[in-house]
C-alpha cells in the first residue's frame, strides 16, 4: 500500500545536509578519495603560493580564503555531494510511504572500472573490474511498483521472496503510475537495510511506519 506523506514529514525523514552514512557513501571507493585529495592538495598548494606572492591585503585574504577552501575539498566535497543528492529526492511533489513485499531477487554484474594491460604476448587486452549487485522487485496488493539494485553483501542473504519491505517513494504524478524513485528500504522482520545509499534517517522511517502502519 501507498500512505501518502506531507512535504514537512519529508524533511524529518531525509535530512538537508548530509549525515556521517551519507558522507561516506559520497567519500566513495579508495580511487574517489585519491583524486580527491589530489585535487585538494594542488588547488590548496597553488593558492597557498599565490597567497605567500600577493602584496595587497585584500588578494591576500582572498588567496588565503581560496587555499583554506582546496585543502578542505576533502571534507566538504562529500558533504556538498550528499546534500545535493538529498535536495535534487525531496524536490519531488509526490512522496508516499510503501508498504509491500519482495516479489523477486536476483543478481547481475556491474562494470566497476576497466583498464588496458599488456599480456605476455605483448597486446594489449581489456582488465574489467566487476562487482555482483542484488536486484530486488517491489510489489503490494496493487500490483508492480519498481525495483531497487545495489551491491550485494553477505547480510543480504537473509532477504527472502515474500520479505516485508517498507521505503519512501517519490514521483511528479499524483498516482505514482511512473518516473518513481525509491529510497533505501527496510525489512522490518528481519531489522534490516537494503539500498545503494541511505537516504533515510533511520530511526525517524521506522517511527512513521509504526504510526501509519499498526
Known amino acids: 500500500m501507498l500512505k ?5 514529514q519529508i524533511s524529518k525523514l531525509i535530512p538537508s545536509v548530509g ?9 566513495g571507493d579508495p580511487r574517489k578519495v585519491l583524486q580527491r585529495l589530489i585535487i585538494s592538495s594542488i588547488g590548496g598548494v597553488l593558492n597557498l603560493l599565490l597567497f605567500i606572492s600577493q602584496s595587497s591585503t585584500q588578494t591576500e585574504n582572498l588567496w588565503l580564503l581560496l587555499c583554506v ?9 562529500p558533504i556538498l555531494e550528499s546534500s545535493r543528492k538529498n535536495s535534487r529526492y525531496k524536490n519531488s511533489k509526490f512522496f508516499s510511504l510503501f508498504d509491500g513485499y519482495v516479489s523477486d531477487i536476483y543478481k547481475t554484474e556491474k ?17 574489467e573490474k566487476k562487482r555482483t549487485w542484488l536486484v530486488v522487485e517491489l510489489e503490494d496488493e496493487d500490483g508492480y511498483l519498481g525495483k531497487m539494485s545495489f551491491p550485494m553483501e ?8 515474500g520479505s516485508n519491505i517498507r521505503c519512501l517513494v517519490a514521483s511528479n504524478y499524483r498516482n505514482f503510475d511512473r518516473d518513481i524513485y525509491l529510497t533505501d528500504a527496510w525489512l522490518p522482520k528481519a531489522n534490516a537495510w537494503i539500498g545503494e545509499y541511505p537516504y533515510l534517517l533511520r530511526p525517524a522511517f521506522q517511527e512513521i511506519c509504526y504510526i501509519y502502519l499498526k
Open 4 to 8: 501518502p506523506l506531507k512535504q514537512s
Open 19 to 27: 549525515t556521517g552514512s551519507q558522507f561516506k557513501y559520497a567519500l
Open 69 to 77: 577552501i582546496f585543502f578542505l575539498y576533502i571534507i566538504w566535497g
Open 111 to 127: 562494470i566497476e572500472s576497466s583498464r588496458e594491460q599488456s599480456n605476455r604476448q605483448g597486446r594489449l587486452e581489456l582488465i
Open 154 to 161: 553477505n547480510r543480504h542473504s537473509q532477504i527472502r521472496i
